[in-house]
């Protein structure tokens, strides 16, 4: 029932800015948290960015200072700008949100991935 779909990855020069966009849905469902995740080939997933309900915001290190994220609750949206993008950047990028449909306990749903290419 929950639906979450990445979007905004493509292919960018670096130095370049990328939007990325989460759109979380489902009958029911309350979001909580949010994180982008990623996962270059033959690395293991790691944490981007991630934003509670209430807009407190966390960075992996990597990104700190480039990427930002932000949330619209009414829209059930989330967006990772990505600025000065650098090669180290490509991977599949992923959107999980957490929360719950109507009084379940919370859960994590995953998307299907976007992929980012940050050229030379």
């Known amino acids: 029932q929950v639906q979450v779909v990445e979007s905004g990855g493509g292919l960018v020069q670096a130095g370049g800015s990328l939007r990325l966009s989460c759109a979380a849905s489902?009958?029911?469902?309350?979001?909580?948290?949010v994180g982008w995740y990623r996962q270059a080939p033959g690395k293991q997933r790691e944490l981007v960015a991630v934003?509670?309900?209430?807009?407190?915001?966390n960075y992996g290190d990597s990104v700190k200072g480039r990427f930002t994220i932000s949330r619209d609750n009414a829209k059930n949206m989330v967006y990772l700008q990505m600025n000065s993008l650098k090669p180290e950047d490509t991977a599949v990028y992923y959107c999980?949100?957490?929360?719950?449909?109507?009084?379940?306990?919370?859960?994590?749903?995953w998307g299907q991935g976007t992929q980012v290419t940050v050229s030379s």
């Open positions: 999980n949100a957490r929360g719950r449909v109507w009084i379940s306990k919370q859960s994590d749903y």
């Open positions: 934003i509670t309900s209430g807009g407190s915001t």
């Open positions: 489902g009958s029911g469902f309350s979001i909580s948290t």
